[in-house]
């Protein structure tokens, strides 16, 4: 089992044992609850604060079971894994791949191809790297990246087509933040006043805490211990996304070979940025964002993000300063170098 799952599998126990605990409350408490789970391969977790909406909370788990095994790569008969074995014939998908796909294109031409769904070839091959902890032959990697090419996908209503039979689409940059979206968009409709939405570090939260203050989010100091942090926002009814290079990689000589990958190169991106985090109202802007900032750099990433609407971004960058748009302070993002 993976090394991240274990640690996820723990944390999942603990939160259960308090979850124990917390069934004690009685009826209509504003004690939180919270339940957790291992998707995706990480570990997820919803809190609301009042148990009569436990069930809501268990529809949400099989709805991340279930777009799980959608937008899988690596799941047989997914969407994803049916459109990457097509051999450049159409596939018909469900309306949420469908939807997915085109959030994913939309960014993807945003970025002119830095940030690319259809970089799945290349991901698999870092992944593989990081599993065996080896640096893959330049030879491996620049095949690979001929692969890569957003506009190779075709799509018609429910059928999209992989024009290139040798490339692979990987959601995996944008995914949680779509799931974050739809379970919120669930709960809400069944009337929950108040849930954080915890997907892996993708957060979404559900209008302030029942008290009526903010949700304060903390934010992972790169390569410290997991739950050390560096700064937090405040935040109500809003995203808050983090990609950085701490999460997935390996070291070898000396040198981090992580998981955000630069389709120029088709080498880890080596951009001086330890972590993006993106601010949005739709979890999966922010997620898409937080990876398609990261490759863009900290400058070019601020310029973009500032004509944004509705978007801020902070970058903690190796020296250990923190670059920020104008309106990140207002969340309370302070400090560094
Ligand atoms: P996570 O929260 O899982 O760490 P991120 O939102 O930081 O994910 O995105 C990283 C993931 O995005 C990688 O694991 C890979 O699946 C995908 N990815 C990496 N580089 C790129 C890229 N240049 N364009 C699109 N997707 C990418
Ligand atoms: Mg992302």
């Known amino acids: 089992m993976k090394r991240l799952l274990k640690k996820a599998l723990a944390a999942a126990c603990m939160i259960t044992i308090v979850t124990g605990l917390v069934s004690c409350s009685v009826p209509g408490s504003t004690e939180p609850v919270t339940k957790s789970g291992a998707y995706f391969d990480t570990l997820i977790s919803i809190t609301v604060y009042d148990r009569r909406y436990s069930d809501e909370v268990d529809h949400c788990f099989s709805m991340a079971d279930r777009f799980d095994r959608l937008f899988s790569m690596n799941k047989k008969s997914s969407d994803i894994w049916r459109i990457n074995h097509a051999k450049g014939q159409p596939v018909n998908v469900s309306d949420d791949t469908a939807k997915i796909i085109r959030d994913g294109l939309k960014y993807s031409a945003i970025s002119d191809g830095a940030f690319d769904i259809t970089i799945g070839r290349l991901t698999s091959v870092w992944e593989k790297a990081r599993e065996k902890k080896e640096i893959p032959s330049d030879d491996l990697v620049k095949e690979a990246l001929s ?5 190779n996908v075709l799509i018609d209503g429910n059928k999209v087509t992989l024009k290139n039979p040798d490339a692979m689409i ?5 995914a949680k933040g779509y799931i974050a979206d739809r379970m919120k968009s669930y709960l809400k409709k069944h009337h929950v006043p108040s849930a954080l939405i915890n997907l ?3 957060v979404l939260v559900i209008g302030d805490k029942p008290d009526g203050s903010h949700y304060r989010i903390g934010i992972q100091e790169p390569f410290a211990s997991e739950g050390t942090t560096v700064t937090e926002v405040a935040v109500s009814d809003k995203s808050v996304v983090t990609s950085g290079i701490y999460e997935r990689y390996f070291k070898k000589n000396g040198k981090i070979y992580h998981h955000i990958i630069d389709t120029g190169t088709g080498y880890p991106e080596e951009n001086g940025i330890k972590s993006v985090t993106v601010i949005s109202k739709k979890s999966v802007d922010g997620d898409a964002l937080s990876t398609v900032l990261f490759v863009l750099g900290s400058d070019k990433g601020i310029e973009k993000a500032e004509k944004m609407d509705g978007i801020e971004c902070a970058y903690i960058l190796s020296d250990g300063s923190f670059k920020m ?3 990140m302070k207002k969340y309370g993002f302070s400090g560094g170098k």
């Open 147 to 151: 692969t890569v090419d957003y506009r």
């Open 170 to 174: 990987d959601l995996g940059g944008i």
């Open 200 to 202: 892996g570090g993708n």
């Open 325 to 327: 748009t104008s309106g």
